[in-house]
């Protein structure tokens, strides 16, 4: 099940919820019981050897190379 971050505008406590996808934007609740909640972007790290190269730095364009536009 995923897991959503939010922050607590009352307190500043950061914390996470687990819910199904069909309810990551339903509202949350803190733990101290405030209800002023916002739900946080996750940043999601992937890694791996199947990763992309980093593109080319110093070429001109939209793809790196100069030649496609």
Same mark, same amino acid.
């Given at each position: 099940m995923p897991r959503y971050e939010f922050r607590c505008r009352t307190c500043d406590d950061?914390?996470?919820v687990s819910r199904p996808m069909a309810e990551s934007g %339903?509202?949350?609740e803190c733990p101290a019981g405030h209800g002023d909640t916002v739900k946080l972007l996750s940043a999601v790290a992937v890694g791996?050897? %199947?990763a992309a190269?980093?593109?080319p730095s110093g070429g001109g364009g /939209? /793809?790196?190379g100069g030649g496609c536009c």
């Open positions: 950061t914390f996470e %339903a509202p949350a791996g050897s %199947a190269p980093a593109a /939209c /793809c790196g």
